[in-house]
């Protein structure tokens, strides 16, 4: 049993391979062999194109905040954590998700800001990938 | 293209008791809406054979045509979110062109206030678990409508350089034609410090961005070009019309700073063989300040990217050189969830020089254009008196 008490993906046939993952601490996404072109929510079809000859491929986990924005009113389950952080973060792969920073304090996220994936285990079933500022390069 | 334009006319429009109608359902705000837009028109109930309307139950078309007692031999229930009765005027203008039905009546009501008081406020954006929505953004905390907008709204800030004062505009605009609504709910003066003093909802989006939420509904009867001559009131021609959608979720949508207003406007403006210069009077939905902001730089009012420019000065206010939401909008007159029809009804009234106090001098072509979901679906109708 867990008290976690925010909504959780229903997991089904055509998404679990990228829920699997995110549970062994990988980001999949969707690429089209036919067209090349990844995509996003993953489908079991390539949205560009319409081939279904679709592949999984693991992603960088990098990219850059495309916008975010603080929420002040929350959404069911989220009351706790107001205010809280939702980004939309363009991954290097050319696909955008939907998904929280953390380890940055709201009042410095920024547009542009480059970022990476990191795995949160929120259930022992589920793991939410989300993202902290990326580390500087070596 | 082109093959419908002038062909229909919208006949009559109605609007139910509005703002906080506790004790009625949304089924008998419909049907009041109903008899006062055929009363408008000059016709009766069993003159509908088009039924068109769009609401958030289960068959809640065919349920409101029963509770109606219409039984319709051409009937849609396209439910794109708030831009449905753009969609629909479109569909009916169609089908009337077609023959397939002769006087068609656009309807719907909500009573989100009442339902949010009874503490039975359906949670619209919370769908069946497959959704995809539901799967990649609602376990993040994303919920509809205000945070998705807000993400809208402080990208075109980032990539243009907007305000927030300069979104503030478009909320004091609104609250000066609402000033001159006698139906509007929020009618005492508003100016921009009280907008950016207003209590932050989801940055960069402050409370007086957001719209109301009211209980009420409307209904628009659309006819023959033919048929609405010989009837009670001056025809309101159907000039063009457009439709887009492009995506559901926020994370699908192309360009945050681009709706599909921009592939609507521009097949509503082809059809009626305008432009935006022709248009004398705008109607755009204003569910938050983002809303309009887009639409009047994807429908060519100005360029993209100058939006908050165009704004500034109250252009948009009775006084400004760009008459806009003259009934108050959603941002000050009501809203009820989907204010897609009341558009189509002040637009209407506009045109036929029946508003009062807030008439736009000379108003022969009005454009109305509805958004749906997170900036997801657009329908734009451009009317005229000739």
Same mark, same amino acid.
């Given at each position: ?138 | ?245 492009? !995506?559901? #979720?926020?994370? +699908?949508?192309?360009? &945050? ?5 921009? @592939?609507? =406007? *521009?097949?509503?403006? $082809? ?63 009501? !809203?009820? #969830?989907?204010? +897609?029809?009341?558009? &189509? ?5 506009? @045109?036929? =020089? *029946?508003?009062?106090? $807030? ?28």
């Amino acid at each position: 049993m867990t008290d976690y008490k925010k909504p959780l993906p229903y997991v089904h046939a055509e998404t679990k391979p990228y829920w699997d993952a995110a549970k062994r601490h990988e980001l999949l996404v969707r690429r089209c062999r036919a067209c090349g072109r990844h995509h996003f929510y993953p489908r079991d079809f390539c949205p560009s194109c319409f081939s279904f000859d679709v592949e999984w491929v693991r992603a960088s986990g990098r990219g850059a905040i495309y916008s975010f924005t603080v929420c002040h009113r929350a959404a069911q389950g989220f009351e706790a954590d107001v205010p809280y952080n939702l980004v939309l973060v363009d991954l290097d792969e050319g696909v955008r998700v939907m998904s929280t920073v953390v380890g940055c304090p709201n009042d410095d996220l920024k547009i542009g800001m480059p970022v990476e994936v990191v795995f949160d285990d929120v259930t022992p079933e589920v793991t939410l990938p989300k993202f902290r500022p990326a580390a500087l390069p070596e | 293209m082109g093959g419908i334009t002038r062909k229909t006319a919208i006949a009559g429009v109605g609007e139910s008791d509005l703002g906080y109608t506790p004790d009625k359902t949304f089924l008998q705000l419909i049907a009041q809406a109903t008899d006062r837009a055929l009363d408008d028109a000059g016709l009766a109930k069993n003159d509908i054979d088009g039924f068109f309307s769009a609401g958030w139950l289960t068959m809640e078309s065919i349920m409101v045509a029963e509770y109606l007692g219409i039984r319709p031999s051409y009937s849609d229930s396209t439910m794109p979110g708030g831009s449905a009765f753009e969609f629909h005027v479109q569909h009916a203008a169609a089908a009337i062109s077609a023959g397939l039905c002769e006087t068609a009546l656009i309807c719907y009501a909500e009573t989100r206030l009442s339902d949010h008081k009874r503490r039975m406020a359906m949670n619209f954006v919370s769908g069946a678990p497959q959704e995809p929505e539901e799967q990649f953004e609602t376990p993040y905390g994303c919920w509809v409508p205000i945070p998705t907008y807000a993400l809208a709204a402080q990208r075109h800030m980032h990539q243009y350089g907007t305000t927030v004062a300069q979104l503030a505009e478009i909320a004091v605009a609104a609250r000066k034609w609402a000033a001159l609504n006698p139906l509007a709910s929020m009618r005492d003066p508003l100016s921009i410090e009280d907008v950016l003093a207003s209590p932050m909802m989801s940055t960069p989006l402050r409370l007086r961005d957001c719209c109301l939420v009211s209980d009420g509904g409307g209904a628009v009867i659309l006819t023959s070009a033919e048929r609405a001559r010989d009837l009670r009131k001056k025809p309101v021609l159907v000039l063009g019309c457009g439709e887009a959608h492009t !995506h559901r #979720g926020i994370s +699908g949508m192309p360009d &945050l700073t681009v709706s599909p207003a921009k @592939l609507s =406007g *521009e097949r509503a403006f $082809r059809m009626a063989g305008l432009s935006p210069s022709d248009i004398d009077v705008l109607e755009l939905y204003d569910s938050f300040t983002i809303t309009v902001l887009l639409q009047l730089e994807d429908l060519g009012f100005c360029p993209k990217g100058e939006g908050g420019r165009f704004v500034e000065g109250q252009r948009l206010a009775p006084d400004g050189a760009c008459p806009t939401n003259t009934s108050g909008g959603g941002l000050s007159y009501l !809203h009820t #969830g989907m204010f +897609g029809i009341f558009l &189509l009804i002040e637009a209407a009234r506009q @045109l036929r =020089g *029946e508003c009062g106090g $807030r008439q736009v001098a000379r108003a022969k072509r009005a454009l109305c254009n509805g958004i749906g979901g997170s900036l997801a679906s657009s329908g734009t109708v451009v009317l005229g008196t000739d």
